[in-house]
């Protein structure tokens, strides 16, 4: 089993920055992608980022350019960094983890953009 904390969350207002860190209760090593989703209020749930253990990545296309996505295995930790942040961003960020077929959501960090 993964467990799965976020932080990182804030108000920020349009043009800043955050970086969202995603820490699991298990050895990232042997997790097999990882990833970053939010839902706004009123939509379904998108995928943001995702970084497999190989460390290949993706992004929405909404996103490109502006969000990197990482992974420190020796931290166990994946991280968002957001960057020109625009108010279409707010929404409650959540990590997701792959491990033996198995999907791991974290609890969510609300981001706000907004001056």
């Known amino acids: 089993q993964v467990q799965l904390m976020e932080s990182g969350g804030n108000l920020v207002q349009p043009g800043g920055s955050l970086r969202l860190s995603c820490a699991a209760s298990?050895?990232?090593?042997?997790?097999?992608?990882m990833g970053w989703y939010r839902q706004a209020p009123g939509k379904q749930r998108e995928l943001v980022a995702a970084?497999?253990?190989?460390?290949?990545?993706n992004y929405a296309d909404s996103v490109k350019g502006r969000f990197t996505i990482s992974r420190d295995n020796a931290k166990n930790t994946v991280y968002l960094q957001t960057n020109s942040l625009k108010p279409e961003d707010t929404a409650v960020y959540y990590c997701?983890?792959?491990?033996?077929?198995?999907?791991?959501w974290g609890q969510g960090t609300q981001v706000t953009v907004s001056s």
């Open positions: 970084i497999s253990s190989g460390g290949r990545t």
């Open positions: 298990k050895n990232t090593f042997s997790i097999n992608a």
């Open positions: 997701n983890a792959i491990s033996g077929g198995i999907n791991y």
